[in-house]
């Protein structure tokens, strides 16, 4: 690991309880250079390890304890931030919100009671947490960062997944030994997770298309084998998903073989033949 990404690492934990402000920001950003600077003057030293040169760098940080300190003693500077009040707001609009479609509802329909607080209240939740993260993910998408768009669209999978099974089963009155097959949705949604994150490092999507269409067609069959009670026939919509995967991979190589014989007849094959991760992405 680099000094850069040490330090970062390093302030990112020590300004974790600082309030955000242009203030620490400012500071934080000139803790950084400073350290940089440090570290590469005692580089060029060639008189230390990289950890001896890290412990040093680190030690100088002294200088700047009482800045940090004062920083740390205002939460009132969270509390009066844009982004604190658009939160509250923002939960207090969505609270108010359920709780007077929740009570209208109750009050027009029979017996709604009971369903609607196990149908408005967690679908209210959900909004919630996906209105929590819209932020990060819209971050994660314009940098580039792959692992953290997946894990972000992973929690929803199993959140989704998961309502869906007590919405159901509690709010719809479906009994659980139909209302299971919910869960089996979720491998299929962490897939397509898998291919958003794919596409946005701009990297061939061949392999979690694969992997989409039969955790497609597994929680389909169940479905409608559960539904249906005729378990035997419709064992062919696992069969048909393999037939697409199968299908899917024989336009891709054609395509990969089509572009190679263009490049070849335009001259611009790569000089490493293997490598042809560009065409793929196109």
């Not at 939960?91 to 108010?96: C, E, F, H, N, P």
């Not at 067609?217 to 005729?230: F, W």
């Amino acid at each position: 690991m680099s000094f850069l990404e040490r330090f970062k690492s390093y302030l990112k934990n020590l300004f974790k309880l600082v309030p955000p402000s242009k203030e620490a920001v400012e500071l934080r950003e000139a803790m950084l250079g400073d350290l940089m600077s440090r570290a590469m003057d005692l580089k060029e030293t060639g008189l230390y390890t990289d950890d001896e040169i890290y412990n040093k760098c680190i030690e100088s940080l002294g200088d700047y304890q009482p800045v940090l300190n004062e920083l740390r003693l205002k939460p009132l500077a969270a509390v009066k931030s844009p982004g604190f009040q658009r939160g509250v707001l923002t939960i207090l609009s969505v609270t108010l919100f359920s709780v007077v479609l929740y009570l209208i509802l109750s009050v027009v329909i029979d017996n709604f009671w009971g369903v609607g607080a196990y149908t408005i209240f967690p679908l209210a939740a959900i909004a919630l947490i996906v209105i929590g993260s819209i932020a990060p993910l819209e971050r994660a998408i314009k940098l580039r960062r792959p692992l953290t768009l997946f894990l972000i669209l992973s929690v929803y999978s199993v959140i989704l997944g998961t309502a869906m099974f007590f919405i159901l089963w509690l709010g719809a009155g479906i009994s659980p030994g139909k209302t299971w097959v919910s869960f089996t949705y979720i491998p299929f949604l962490l897939a397509v997770s898998v291919a958003i994150a794919t596409k946005v490092a701009k990297k061939s999507l061949l392999l979690p298309v694969l992997l989409a269409v039969p955790a497609l067609a597994v929680p389909v069959y169940l479905t409608a084998s559960v539904i249906t009670g005729l378990w035997h026939p419709l064992w062919i919509i696992i069969l048909v998903g393999v037939l697409v995967d199968i299908v899917i991979l024989i336009v891709f190589l054609n395509r990969k073989i089509s572009l190679k014989e263009k490049a070849l007849k335009e001259g611009n094959l790569p000089e490493d033949e293997g490598d042809l991760s560009e065409w793929e992405n196109r």
